[in-house]
């Protein structure tokens, strides 16, 4: 995939804001309005596209954040959406299927929602 110059300013927005990110967000923290939004929303589905980002969809809004090795999850607040960072224990569980159904696991997306402490 080419790195065009504006797929460089978003992903540069996504690692130093450290949390997940709309288009609409993303436009809103541009200093300079150097793109639009139809252009940030096909950066970021074609960033995800290639397993660079990962997204999360809470209500009807695309959540984008960078996909690193050590990945972890989220789980959105569907109080105040707050995005809740969790570490990965599935290693484990994902060992555990292959074995039992003779499956390949290459990699896995999963959000969880709930309420943080703030809202229960
Ligand atoms: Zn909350
Ligand atoms: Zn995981």
Known sequence: ???????KV????????KRPL???LIYDLLP???????TIYRGLEKLYEHNILAKSTLNQTAYYYLNKKDHFHY????GCQKMI????YL?????????????????????????CS???
Not at 75 to 78: F, P, S
Not at 85 to 88: A, E, G, S, Y
């Open 1 to 7: 995939m080419r790195l065009t110059k504006n797929r």
């Open 10 to 17: 978003i992903l540069n927005l996504l690692e130093k804001q």
């Open 22 to 24: 709309s288009a609409q």
């Open 32 to 38: 300079e309005k150097t793109m639009d939004l139809s």
């Open 75 to 78: 789980m959105l607040c569907l």
């Open 85 to 88: 960072k969790l570490d990965c």
């Open 91 to 115: 290693e484990h569980f994902v060992a555990e299927l292959e074995k039992t159904d003779n499956l390949k696991i290459v990699s896995h997306d999963l959000t969880f929602y709930g309420y």
């Open 118 to 120: 703030n809202c229960q």
